[in-house]
DNA sequence: AGCAAGTCTGAAACTTGTTCTAGATTAGCG
DNA sequence: CGCTAATCTAGAACAAGTTTCAGACTTGCT
């Protein structure tokens, strides 16, 4: 139940001393266990990533691995950390080209879709231990959040959005995480994620500043 | 991995045969177990909920509970299954008066959330093994599901929505899901929730069909 | 180089969900 | 009532996440 600090643990507040600087071998360490994690979640989905078998995988022993990430599902949530920041600079490169906001967005998480459609069992790995973190995880959940909503606004194409915009992005990550899920566990399917993303991305339309970008 | 048939499996496909009707004592070791699994999870949520624990608060073998919900994740959802089905027929004694479809809705998911709030343990295990449920759990999460969207649709007012709408309402229950489990975290307060549901509830409006309730 | 503190390893132990087994009990039926 | 199949019980056993520990290795510092 209670972990105490950890290599990489940054603490964003300022209860305790910032990041202690990884030594090179450390993060060649940390790149390997996220590496073999990413690697078993695309095999077998969240089932598929044994605590053993990563930290045999990335040649360190079962007690550094728990060092390194202080569960699995901090090691899961790490990894979409990983993967998401991947995709926002590849999303980057070639932004959506949508007339307004809302279908910009909508193409934006649909591209995502297809990427995660690629690799089902990392998906399924990444976002169950998402939506099952408990409060001990919340500060590294809160990243993921944090990254995701930059990538909604980059879409939206806003600087400095108002708090409705802001409450807008929000509920569209509500649908987003949630609609994974019932496509995940095969309760809707491909179509019907589509359409609830369509959906909601009509709530951002109500919310446009009128006579701004 | 591998789940036989169990009591009370009525398999709503065709897949087979119908449900084998309980006995009483059956039908009352059910309510046993269900009783401790609530009970159980409003002391300490999710985790509080151990298999054992249950089978002994119910007064039964550990195989029995196993015969009866297939998992820890099984019977969580049955809980909920269980509570859902109290809220439904409460809330139906005393329907929401808003004004308009959206603030009905709205209206009714706020008075479900005040429900949790009082048991937030409870909450937490329902929500976090909803979400955490599986391919194998399809069926009783769908169910749940099925139950949420009835209440809904109740608020609404609606015997025949049109496609639009179960659209908007599928967001609605995402939301309504996403957002429980960003309160259950902490990673949201109960006002931003409060936000995000009036906000998702403005779809509502969106897809309203002129000249109808 | 040589020491102190911190880190890593390998292996065992512990916890809790899940499965299995042998024997006792119960339900349905002639 | 007495039989048979199904169900229930107690308890061991197994699986995977997590913790712990003694000893080897690194790192930083002087």
Redesign the pocket.
């Known amino acids: 139940?209670?972990?105490g600090s950890w290599?990489g643990d940054s603490m964003t507040a300022d209860a305790r001393p910032a990041a202690?600087p990884l030594?090179e071998?450390?993060e060649a360490?940390r790149r390997r266990i996220l590496h073999a994690s990413a690697q078993l979640a695309s095999r077998g989905g969240f089932?598929a990533?044994?605590?053993?078998e990563v930290a045999e995988a990335a040649?360190?022993?079962?007690?550094?691995l728990?060092?390194y990430f202080?569960?699995?599902?901090h090691l899961l949530v790490a990894t979409m950390q990983d993967q998401l920041q991947h995709m926002h600079t590849t999303l980057r490169k070639r932004p959506p080209a949508g007339e307004d906001a809302a279908q910009r967005v909508a193409e934006t998480l649909m591209r995502a879709f297809r990427a995660l459609q690629r690799e089902p069992h990392l998906a399924d790995a990444m976002v169950r231990a998402l939506t099952f973190a408990d409060r001990s995880v919340s500060p590294e959940v809160d990243t993921v959040s944090r990254l995701t909503t930059a990538i909604i606004l980059d879409a939206m194409g806003l600087e400095h959005p108002t708090p409705e915009q802001l409450s807008a992005v929000r509920v569209i990550e509500h649908t987003w995480h949630s609609a994974l899920i019932t496509w995940l566990s095969g309760r809707a399917s491909i179509a019907q994620v589509k359409i609830d993303i369509e959906t909601v991305c009509r709530l951002i339309d109500l919310t446009a500043e009128p006579g701004r970008g």
């Open positions: 139940m209670d972990h290599i202690p030594t071998r450390q360490r089932e990533v044994q605590m053993r040649g360190v022993a079962l007690g550094t728990y060092r202080p569960s699995k599902i």
